[in-house]
């Protein structure tokens, strides 16, 4: 046993192997907990009418766009109006709009009317999301089921694992920062105000999305959701159906 362990002592070389061999096991056994610590998103892609295709990503075990809609014809053919004048719009008829400062990632914003026509606005297969799955999506990130329903502003940071990274997608705000850890990449497209006008400062700050729901007790009005570059939540409250937001889609 002595001549072994002198053996070992004098033959640098040998050493060096079994401190090399020891380094790569526990390499690999990093790399594994890293692995089971961070599982895969599931994603894939979706076309809709006009020909765009879009990201999907499964949140939740329901498929979600990880792209704002921006279709320009119903599903049934028929085209979706594009109002550009803000007495136009305030007027309220069904139709959508681009964000003057928007990139085509992100998509258009339509009023209720046209999230709601008959005609279907969501590609084939697919449906424009409830509150209901809005606030499934947010329990899937981590939401408590006590936060989620209620109105205003609710949860931690569930907001950043919906928000899209980088500064080209959002604004910096510190401590708060964009990890979309669930694959739902959220832009911040903005909205359209019920008078015409945009919202204010715009995009790379706010981001708004209609649900498929109406709020029962005011008809006039819908349920929607809304991420700002100022904080780590998510926004939830209803508003008159003339206003102009983002659309995500859900697997039917």
């Given amino acids: 046993m002595n001549n072994s362990i002198q053996f070992f002592r004098n033959n640098s070389s040998l050493r060096f192997l079994l401190f090399f061999l020891l380094y790569f096991v526990l390499g690999l056994s990093a790399c594994k907990d890293d692995d089971e610590t961070t599982p895969m998103l599931e994603t894939g892609t979706m076309i809709d009418v006009d020909g765009n295709i879009y990201k999907t990503v499964l949140i939740g075990g329901k498929w979600w766009m990880a792209e704002n809609l921006r279709v320009k014809h119903y599903r049934d053919g028929q085209a979706v109006n594009e109002l550009v004048e803000d007495t136009t719009w305030s007027q309220g008829a069904a139709a959508y709009s681009v964000h003057p400062d928007a990139t085509t990632a992100m998509g258009y914003l339509y009023n209720w009317e046209a999230v709601s026509n008959t005609a279907g606005l969501a590609p084939d297969g ?36 919906l928000k899209a990274e980088g500064t080209d997608n959002w604004n910096r705000f510190d401590p708060v920062w964009a990890t979309n850890s669930s694959g739902f990449t959220a832009l911040s497209g903005s909205c359209r105000l019920y008078n015409g006008k945009f919202g204010y400062p715009g995009r790379l700050y706010t981001g708004f999305w209609w649900t498929a729901s109406e709020n029962i007790a005011d008809n006039s009005k819908a349920w929607y959701r809304y991420l700002d570059y100022k904080t780590s939540e998510v926004f939830r409250q209803y508003l008159q159906k003339e206003y102009g937001m983002s659309v995500r889609c859900v697997k039917d």
Avoid: N, P
């Fill in 126 to 161: 697919w449906h424009i999301a409830t509150d209901e799955e809005w606030k499934q999506l947010e329990s899937a990130v981590g939401m408590e089921s006590s936060e989620i329903v209620k109105t205003g502003w609710r949860g931690s940071i569930e907001g950043d694992a």
